[in-house]
């Protein structure tokens, strides 16, 4: 009897936290995207500092990075890191400009998929278009304060990278808060966006190179 | 016929080791383990230029309690590009590898060129010492599998020169290591001879984790 109350108590708590800590299945995910989608309607312009962590599970590692965020749409998107390396990534519609340190770097995200499909990731994010992404299956929870995307990969590249993109956003903006990239492995990534500021004028030169 | 010993010359010079002109010298080979690195923890900026290709990014040597070490390359997004583990009795382990690099010859050469970097005790066996007498520098040699490994310092062994790794006649790969700060080295780098595959680290050293 004890050993059946413990495996429904397994059973129950399983349920009742399915994969996230702190969160439940937003079960009426069409409501959620029309909110997601109009609030994302309103972001023209999103400028942010951004605290990256990479977790390394198995070495008790983690490795920290800082930099700034700018997004403009329709899908353009500059991070600047810069602590504790200079590195400067402009994604602009199909063109990705990479700055890393003396070297310049230019690719098209026609000619080499794997861009295309990272690109695609950060713009849905910001954009508020994730479940438009034919890469992936979303899934959504939520707690008081915010929601929490679920993505995992259906393409074979991008399943041996990723198990999980997370995509934290809040509820009164529905302004993306934190993306985690969790690897096959355990490592993950989580790419923290802080002191944000919505809609403020952005030149589009911040954009070009 | 003087075309022929013309020939003859060049394919004799182009034979000829380039190690042949050492004299044997008198030493102790245990003078260079104080270059050994004490990689601790160490995080380097890195770039790495292999055939038309070039990567960058994060990476990251740590020794583990079990006294093996693990590098880790990821770029700076932190997508991983290898995870290896060097055991501390010189066995070696692939724990993660992108599918553009997983391929033998490519996962062998850097094995080699790190376990010469971390100055591993399997590539430091039956050790001798030879002298240069034009440069004034010694070569600290270690017998491998197809040629040797030379750790090369200045006469009095106060400075680690360079390191090569050399087939029976000629070096395959040059590497240094530069500006030891607290055991570790803050500049590494290693150039192949035959192929282009360039290998740079710089130490980062106002990262802020942990």
Same mark, same amino acid.
């Given at each position: 009897m004890r050993k059946l109350l413990f495996l429904v108590s397994i059973l129950f708590s399983s349920t009742v936290f399915p994969q996230h800590a702190g969160y439940t299945v937003v079960a009426d995910t069409a409501t959620f995207k029309q909110q997601f989608a109009a609030a994302s309607q309103k972001v023209n312009t999103i400028k942010s500092d951004f605290v990256q962590e990479k977790n390394l599970s198995m070495l008790s590692e983690k490795i920290t990075s800082k930099g700034k965020f700018w997004f403009k749409k329709d899908n353009m998107v500059r991070m600047e890191y810069n602590q504790p390396f200079q590195y400067l990534m402009i994604l602009n519609k199909n063109d990705i400009y990479i700055k890393d340190g003396q070297k310049e770097n230019k690719i098209s995200t026609k000619s080499n998929k794997l861009f295309q499909q990272i690109n695609q990731i950060m713009v849905d994010c910001v954009k508020g278009t994730a479940f438009s992404n034919k890469d992936f299956s979303v899934k959504v929870f939520q707690n008081n304060t915010g929601y929490l995307i679920e993505m995992s990969p259906i393409n074979k590249t991008l399943k041996d990278m990723f198990k999980n993109i997370n995509v934290t956003v809040d509820k009164?903006?529905?302004?993306?808060n934190s993306i985690e990239m969790l690897e096959i492995s355990g490592d993950n990534t989580v790419i923290t966006f802080v002191n944000k500021e919505i809609n403020s004028s952005l030149p589009d030169a911040l954009f070009t190179h | 016929m003087r075309y022929l010993l013309i020939s003859c010359l060049v394919l004799f010079s182009a034979c000829a080791s380039q190690y042949k002109h050492l004299q044997q010298s008198s030493g !102790?080979?245990?003078?260079?383990? @104080? *270059? @050994?690195? !004490? *990689?601790t923890r160490a995080l380097y900026y890195t770039e790495v230029n292999v055939t038309n290709n070039y990567l960058s990014g994060l990476l990251l040597i740590k020794k583990m309690p079990d006294s093996s070490t693990r590098i880790v390359f990821s770029n700076q997004s932190g997508f991983k590009f290898f995870d290896f583990e060097f055991a501390a009795n010189g066995d070696f382990k692939v724990y993660y590898i992108i599918d553009k690099l997983d391929k033998k010859p490519v996962i062998l050469t850097l094995r080699k060129d790190f376990e010469i970097v971390m100055m591993q005790d399997k590539v430091m066996q039956n050790g001798f010492v030879k002298y240069d007498i034009a440069t004034a520098l010694r070569y600290y040699g270690f017998p491998e599998e197809k040629g040797y490994n030379y750790y090369i310092t200045d006469s009095a062994c106060n400075q680690l020169v360079r390191m090569e790794r050399t087939s029976s006649r000629k070096p395959v790969v040059k590497l240094i290591m530069q500006n030891y700060k607290n055991g570790i080295p803050d500049t590494i780098g290693i150039s192949h001879t035959g192929f282009k595959f360039d290998i740079g680290l710089k130490r980062l050293e106002n990262e802020n984790s942990n």
């Open positions: 009164k903006q529905f302004a993306v | !102790d080979n245990s003078c260079i383990q @104080k *270059f @050994k690195p !004490d *990689f």
